[in-house]
């Protein structure tokens, strides 16, 4: 198996297991609890809380860890809303993952309003559109840092000074950045954002979101006061110990990971065009993850294509919207006709992928498509 799905998740690294593997056995502690087991269980927890603001440039009292991405997300924009009710706007994009959309559609039901600002056909949220829909109304502007399917990269550092300018508050969700390019949240110039742990080698289950000091979030749950009081429940010890060393080691190698990540990405993509002519990459072509293509192969459907390669791993989209033959909403949202959306393929590599896996990858999918190509029409799109 040859797994290019790295966007969709990522195996637990082995020194991130190892870190956490003590707090399943003897260190099982609650860290609320005042004796040498939940000290040092608290230990860990504050420990960790310091390797994720690391990471992203923040202080170590800003981070709340979550149970993942998601609900991160959802303490974000509903937390500020159901704390400061006059921020009745939100401006957001038109191809913003499910955690963002169904939150913004959810609270929308109940009075809110939103803006949904257009994506270019590069894949890219254009500033001057964020600042359009931005009115005197106290707002919240939530843009992805990266798209999760395309993989282009948004340039949220120069939408959060016009955001800013507003008087709104500024949450990115970074899922697919933190760990993969530099994210620092005041070069970014955001008040809010969202990690996801198994992004980053780090277990399911696990997430936190960055709360810069000042800003007013409600807590989502009635319960203790863990977490600052906004995340009540006893903490999972082993899963936050595993998210902050992900993010350690993630500060270790960023460089050399994101080069690595961005030779073996060019390098698929060059082998992909040479066998595949009229092969389409979706998005801007630079500014994009470094990891990630998003790709589509004329004449024939991704999902028939993945199909016929069952060695490899690799998805036609999010995973989060997979199981369905759909149009790709975000190639849709960019303004490409819907029959072209039904058949793209996203490729995602990650620290385990070897120049090896890419060259078989490639090979395979080729004669994949040739094979599809060459059959009745009923198996292309």
């Not at 390669?309 to 949202?333: F, K, M, N, Q, R």
Request: hydrophobic share 40%; charged share 20%; with cysteine.
């Amino acid at each position: 198996m040859i797994y290019l799905d790295y966007n969709a998740t990522t195996p637990v690294a082995r020194e991130v297991l190892e870190a956490m593997l003590p707090f399943l056995r003897e260190g099982y502690g609650n860290p609320s609890s005042s004796h040498a087991l939940g000290r040092r269980a608290h230990e860990a927890i504050e420990a960790a809380r310091g390797q994720v603001a690391t990471l992203i440039g923040a202080w170590a009292d800003e981070i709340v860890f979550t149970s993942g991405g998601t609900e991160a997300t959802n303490m974000a924009l509903r937390g500020v809303v159901l704390a400061e009710p006059q921020r009745n706007h939100i401006v957001t994009s038109s191809f913003e993952h499910p955690a963002t959309a169904e939150t913004c559609s959810a609270l929308e039901r109940r009075g809110v309003r939103v803006t949904r600002v257009p994506v270019a056909a590069d894949g890219r949220i254009r500033p001057e559109d964020v600042a359009r829909a931005l009115d005197d109304e106290p707002a919240v502007v939530s843009m992805m840092h990266a798209n999760n399917e395309i993989g282009t990269l948004q340039p949220i550092a120069e939408i959060s000074p016009l955001a800013k300018g507003k008087g709104a508050i500024v949450h990115t969700d970074a899922a697919q950045t933190v760990g993969k390019v530099p994210v620092d949240v005041d070069a970014l110039g955001v008040d809010l954002l969202t990690i996801a742990g198994h992004k980053l080698y780090a277990p399911k289950g696990i997430g936190a979101l960055y709360i810069r000091r000042g800003t007013k979030l409600e807590k989502l749950m009635a319960g203790a006061g863990h977490e600052r009081g906004l995340r009540p429940g006893t903490e999972n010890v082993a899963g936050i110990v595993a998210l902050g060393k992900a993010c350690e080691i993630a500060e270790r190698d960023l460089t050399t990971e994101q080069m690595k990540l961005r030779g073996l990405r060019e390098h698929l993509l060059a082998k992909l065009r040479a066998g595949i002519e009229g092969l389409v990459l979706h998005g801007h072509p630079m500014q994009r993850l470094p990891n990630t293509l998003f790709v589509s192969f004329p004449g024939v459907h991704g999902a028939r294509l993945l199909e016929s390669v069952p060695e490899i791993a690799a998805s036609t989209g999010s995973a989060c919207h997979s199981g369905s033959d759909a149009p790709c909403a975000s190639l849709v949202a960019m303004g490409l006709d819907p029959g072209l959306a039904l058949g793209p393929v996203r490729l995602s590599l990650g620290r385990d992928t070897t120049v090896q896996e890419v060259d078989q990858a490639a090979d395979s999918l080729v004669a994949g498509w040739k094979e599809l190509s060459a059959r009745p029409a009923a198996t292309t799109v």
